[in-house]
């Protein structure tokens, strides 16, 4: 340990530790630029000056890289210390007055003005080298760096393009003090609102506010650490050392009576619809952007914004975004028509905007939905009834100027309309998730013609499929709102818990069976069956029925060439007895 | 190529001492030295030589040797030659043209007789009170001189000059290895190598006094001795380097020195690597310095073919190895950590120190950092022993020092004096006073961070505490003269611009205080000073030597400080009277023409108003011009192109 004073009083602190941490380990503040707790200290700003007797000498050191050493007398605001601050406080607010931290900082010291010449009254770098420095101590990449000498210096990219070592995490803009730095998301999508991707997209989070462990995991894809090796700035912070690198994604088997399968959708991707112009024109948003701006936790603190930070005044959601389309699906979504509602509902509550709900048919078939729709109509929500042919920037006349022109054949009217807004909201439909198919063919499911899982029966087993002991939740079996998901998952957990409760698996009575005299092993059957219950015995030369497995479909019986498969119940023999008996009578 | 035992370099170097220098083991009548330094070419040096040659092979004078040497020191009668007939002294002729070294080849060459009307002086200087070191008449016997023409050593410019680190001046052929052996070269490395302890080599710096050469003057025992103790980080290597980052304006030491002697450097740099026990050196060149590049990188490779470098150097089992490393000329490079980021690869800028390099330099090791001046002379020091080098100079600064004379002074060139020489010697003595009868006024040295030592202080004796305590600093070695006709304002804010414009913009102070400084200056210059600048100007000047982060930053204000300590007269006549005593700076002049002399003496011959870029000259033939003072500009042309003086500035 090592003891020293400081203004007066003393302090100890450990061996290595600077001055500025043992300033603040006894309370006294000393004003900081271009030091952050995660970099090396770079003692470039000289703000951080203070005076220190040592060994018989007695002058100014920059407290954030001088060690403190046993016996040393440091004073923080002697007249000589504020006075050198201030002077160079001053001569940095010639250079960034905009520079907000600065400001305040000279605030402290007295220092309004500065006397001398200011260049660019809206300049906010302060040449800290925060950023140049995060970049490369703290992202390993080294993308930017001070180009230029003296009081040209500037930070930049190498010849001021851009730069390949640039890994696009914005550290740079982070680590900056004053906001000097902005971040542009030229990459494809849009820019909407540029902290609503960059904001809640850290690498390490939790996946929602409600998960349940509440455990952060670390995003590989845009952790910098395994882009670059370096960063573990979580690691460096956490007290507890709980952040593990190395740990992998597990596989693992788990031997089950029954499945239930709720692999969900996906929404529709509105660039499959140009004529649309998502992805192409600012503040035209999918609804579950939409969803993610009116978050209370979300980006924009809940507040609705345009890209310009402005709040609109009139906003279009567009219905049947994919759905009801002979183009892209042609069922009905059933969940847009309500949300676009709520969303309505939502903006005028947020911004008392003019809302304009462009639908085909209102489908408000719920309990309390028909309700909510007519108290959108007494909002004064203006519903218009046909198909949006188009979203553009083209502005026709003066009104249109700097909006979204939403052209749309108004069915009620007759006539084809173009109305102006500030945003659009596109009411996507839902689809079978990416992985749908695969899931399928997994468990042997079935699809429909709309693509999602087919269930038994529509009626009456409509949480089960085909597959005995797999059973179908929510919207992997068709679009459905909550409500009808919740009940529907309730009684596929009721039938998988009957299964378990019974004990034992009812077999079906008519299952087939191969007569091994007969059969030469032609493996048509083994392909046919669509339950896999027919396996080729090798040793015995002839097909085996898994009676467990086989629904008595019947395909394999009337497609043996050899007559060698049968059902129970249902022999040739049989069949042809029974008709005889019916033309006896 | 088979290395060299020590006793192979020895037999190297007694046939090399047998032959002219140059001449690659070839006897010869007559040998002619053209010193090629970047100064000699410049004037002209190798239009000499071209023609030397020329006519030579057209005489078919195959027993006359022509070569070449570097830099002979004085700039100011470059270019020029040496001729030496066997068995005579060697005469050194200044002021060379084309028609001038014909004559000398025809009359003195040929015939035999010296032209003593264009010769400066025979025989050899003084290299550190002992008998000059020649190569052809052997080390320790001087050559007989001529009476003709007066002795070099009594010639006033070499006169009070010591040669050390300039041992070899215009004597070897800086391409030449073989030279530099016969000159006592490599002696003290096999010394160290084979005779020497690290600790006896360190002990041996150490008792000679040296101190750093390239400013602050540090013991570079000490130096060594820090390296040499310091633990490597995870044990790893130490390294070695060599600060050839020259950057101050008017300095040109150590350029020279790489130019025509790099062999000097690098044996110092070999003694030093067996003292701190490291394999690897870097010598840091700027780039500017093109033939001070190409020679280092030639002699290294010599070096290398002899076995003086690389792997188990002369069979000793010793290993080291150099490399050049080029800076690409920005002046804070010359600061050792900012030049140890540079060889990095790393943006030039200067980090804090502690850590001194010594602790933690290159890569994070131990590193020694040493001027080319410093390492030339460490070879001289390791053979002739430290009590003799500690004889020469003062009580704290021993041994000599390299200047370069410059400004307006009538010998320019390179010295090397003794330390403890007083100004007055190197101004008057040596440097022959001021050109044109005008009076001394100061010396500017150190460069930009050093300042300017006012006529009052003249008598000062040249040493590093001494200079310090005058306000300016030994510096690199620059030494700029000034006289009457210089205005101190206008020096300050040209040093001030330099350093603004050098600063590598790091720290607050540097980067925002130089610029403020130089705004100020500036505006004083313009005649837009007020009374309250100075005050500003001296808060400034105590914050950036208060707080800026390098040495480069600290010193910044010195030349500023020290002439408004010495000549607050000046800045005062800019500020409260708009007037520039030197009439310098031109903004503050007023041009007016002295109608009788410009019609009595010219005839009012009209130059000054067919020249006037303002069109502010009124007046016809034969008659007496004016100036319009609402119009003129004062560029101070008319001033320049009036043959008779008549035009009056105040």
């Not at chain 1, 952050?36 to 890289?65: M, W």
């Not at chain 1, 993610?292 to 930070?309: H, I, Y």
């Not at chain 1, 679009?479 to 009808?484: F, R």
């Not at chain 2, 319009?628 to 500009?633: E, N």
Request: net charge negative.
């Amino acid at each position: 340990m090592v003891q020293l004073t400081i203004d007066g009083k003393p302090v100890e602190v450990e061996e290595g530790a600077t001055i500025l941490q043992a300033a603040k380990k006894a309370g006294v503040a000393i004003p900081t630029l271009c030091y952050h707790p995660l970099i090396e200290p770079y003692a470039a700003c000289r703000v951080c000056e203070v005076e220190v007797a040592f060994r018989g000498k007695r002058d100014l050191q920059t407290s954030c890289n001088t060690k403190a050493q046993a016996g040393m007398e440091i004073w923080t605001d002697s007249e000589r210390v504020l006075e050198t601050r201030r002077l160079n406080v001053e001569m940095l607010l010639a250079r960034a007055p905009a520079a907000e931290p600065l400001r305040e900082i000279a605030k402290d010291l007295g220092v309004e003005t500065t006397r001398f010449p200011v260049k660019d009254p809206n300049e906010k770098c302060i040449l800290c080298g925060l950023c140049v420095r995060a970049c490369e101590q703290i992202v390993g990449a080294s993308a930017i760096s001070f180009v230029d000498r003296g009081s040209e210096r500037r930070v930049s990219t190498p010849f001021g393009e851009e730069s390949e070592a640039c890994i696009g995490c914005t550290a740079c803009a982070h680590f900056c003090p004053t906001g000097a730095i902005t971040v542009e998301d030229k990459s494809g999508r849009q820019v909407i609102h540029d902290e609503m991707f960059l904001g809640p997209a850290t690498a390490i989070r939790v996946p929602i506010r409600q998960a349940v462990p509440m455990i952060p995991f670390i995003d590989k894809s845009a952790c910098i650490h395994f882009k670059t090796g370096e960063c573990k700035v979580c690691a460096k912070v956490c007290d507890r050392a709980a952040v593990n690198f190395e740990q992998e994604d597990e596989v693992k088997e788990v031997e089950v009576g029954s499945i239930i399968l709720a692999s969900g959708f996906k929404t529709f991707d509105p660039r499959r619809i140009p004529a649309y112009g998502y992805g192409r024109y600012p503040n035209i948003l999918t609804a579950m952007e939409f969803e993610r701006m009116v978050n209370a936790s979300g980006p924009t603190g809940g507040k609705v914004l345009k890209t310009d930070g402005a709040s609109p005044q009139s906003v279009g959601i567009i219905h049947c975004v994919g759905s009801r389309d002979e183009n892209y699906h042609p069922y009905c979504s059933r969940v847009c028509c309500m949300y676009s509602l709520k969303f309505a509902h939502l903006l005028k509550e947020k911004t008392g905007a003019a809302i304009y709900d462009f639908y085909i048919d209102m489908r408000c078939f719920g309990k309390g939905y028909e309700e909510f729709y007519h108290r959108l109509l007494e909002e004064g929500t203006k519903f218009v009834r046909g198909r949006v042919s188009e979203i553009s920037t083209l502005a026709l006349t003066d009104k249109e100027e700097g909006k979204l022109v939403i052209r749309v054949e108004d069915t009620l009217l007759g006539v084809v309309r173009r109305i102006p807004v500030d945003m659009a909201i596109l009411a996507v439909g839902l689809e079978p998730d990416a992985d749908h198919n695969h899931v399928a063919k997994t468990f042997n499911i079935s699809c429909s013609q709309d693509t999602f899982f087919l269930e038994r029966h529509p009626k009456l087993a409509p949480s089960s499929s085909f597959t005995d002991g797999v059973f179908l939740a929510g919207t992997c079996q068709g679009p459905k709102d909550i409500p009808d998901t919740v009940a529907q998952a309730g009684a596929a957990a009721a039938e998988a818990l009957a299964l378990a409760d019974l004990g034992k698996v009812e077999l079906e009575p008519t299952t087939a069976v191969i007569d091994e005299e007969l059969c030469s092993a032609c493996r048509i059957c083994v392909g046919l069956c669509p339950f896999t219950a027919i396996t080729v015995d090798s040793e015995k030369g002839a097909a085996v029925v898994n009676d467990a497995l086989c629904k008595g479909c019947g395909t394999c019986v009337a497609a043996c060439p050899s007559g060698a498969s049968y059902q129970r119940h249902f022999r040739d023999e049989q069949i042809f007895a029974e008709i005889e008996g019916i033309f006896l009578v | 190529m088979p290395k060299l035992t020590i006793e192979a370099l020895e037999d190297i170097r007694q046939k090399a001492r047998g032959a002219p220098a140059g001449g690659k083991g070839r006897p010869a009548r007559a040998v002619v030295n053209v010193h090629l330094g970047t100064c000699g070419s410049a004037a002209g040096a190798r239009a000499v030589m071209d023609v030397l040659k020329a006519e030579l092979d057209r005489r078919s004078l195959s027993d006359v040797l022509l070569t070449s040497s570097g830099c002979a020191g004085l700039c100011s009668q470059e270019p020029m030659a040496t001729v030496e007939i066997a068995g005579q002294a060697p005469v050194k002729y200044a002021n060379l043209t084309e028609a001038k070294i014909k004559a000398i080849l025809e009359k003195h060459i040929v015939g035999g007789t010296v032209l003593a009307e264009y010769a400066l002086g025979s025989g050899y200087e003084k290299t550190g009170g002992r008998p000059a070191l020649n190569v052809r008449p052997g080390p320790e016997s001087p050559a007989e001189l001529l009476p003709s023409v007066p002795r070099l050593d009594e010639v006033p410019f070499f006169k009070k000059q010591v040669l050390i680190a300039l041992r070899n001046r215009g004597l070897i052929d800086p391409a030449s290895i073989d030279d530099y052996i016969a000159r006592d070269g490599y002696k003290a490395a096999i010394m160290a190598l084979t005779a020497m302890t690290p600790a006896a080599i360190i002990k041996e710096i150490a008792l000679s006094g040296l101190r750093g050469r390239g400013g602050a003057g540090f013991p570079t025992g000490i130096k060594w001795d820090l390296v040499r103790n310091a633990a490597g980080g995870n044990g790893g290597p130490k390294y070695l380097v060599c600060n050839g980052d020259e950057g101050d304006p008017g300095a040109f030491m150590d350029r020279s020195i790489l130019e025509s002697d790099p062999h000097s450097v690098i044996e110092g740099m070999i003694v030093g690597a067996k003292a701190i026990g490291t394999a690897t050196g870097f010598v840091y060149i700027r780039n500017e310095y093109p033939l001070a590049v190409e020679a280092v990188n030639r002699a290294i490779g010599q070096a290398r073919d002899y076995g003086l470098l690389g792997r188990d150097i002369l069979g000793t089992g010793f290993d080291f190895d150099l490399q050049v490393k080029r800076g690409a000329g920005a002046f804070v490079c010359g600061e050792e950590t900012a030049l140890l980021a540079s060889i990095e690869g790393r943006l030039g800028e200067p980090r804090p120190r502690p850590p001194y390099p010594a602790q933690s330099g290159l890569w994070g090791q131990p590193t020694c950092i040493n001027n080319v001046e410093t390492w030339a002379n460490v070879p001289a020091i390791i053979t002739r022993g430290a009590k003799w080098f500690a004889g020469i100079g003062t009580e704290t600064s021993k041994g000599t020092k390299v200047f370069s004379l410059v400004g307006k002074i009538n010998n320019t060139g390179l010295v090397e004096v003794p330390m403890g020489i007083t100004l007055r010697e190197i101004v008057y003595d040596i440097g022959g006073g001021i050109p044109g009868g005008k009076a001394f006024k100061a010396v500017q040295t150190g460069g930009p961070s050093g300042g300017c030592i006012p006529n009052g202080k003249i008598d000062l004796p040249i040493d590093y505490e001494s200079l310090t305590e005058a306000g300016s600093m030994m510096g690199s070695g620059g030494m700029v003269v000034m006289d009457e006709d210089t205005c101190m304002v206008d020096v300050a804010r040209y040093f001030l611009s330099f350093t603004q414009d050098e600063s590598c913009g790091k720290c607050t102070p540097c980067r925002e205080g130089t610029k403020a400084m130089l705004d100020i200056l500036t505006g004083i210059t313009e005649g837009k000073g007020t009374p309250d600048d100075l005050v500003l100007l001296e808060d400034l000047a105590r914050d950036i030597k208060d707080t800026a982060l390098c040495g480069l930053g600290k010193t910044a204000p010195n030349p500023v400080l020290t002439t408004l300590r010495y000549f607050r007269g000046e800045y005062e006549a800019h500020i409260l009277e708009k007037r520039c005593p030197a009439h310098v700076c031109r903004a503050l002049n007023v041009y007016t023409i002295d109608p009788r002399l410009c019609l009595d003496k010219g005839r009012g011959c009209d130059v000054c108003r067919r020249n006037c870029a303002s069109d502010a000259i009124s007046g016809r033939k034969n008659e007496a011009h004016a100036i319009d003072q609402a119009k003129c500009i004062k560029c101070g042309v008319c001033a320049d192109v009036c043959n008779f003086d008549a035009v009056r500035v105040e």
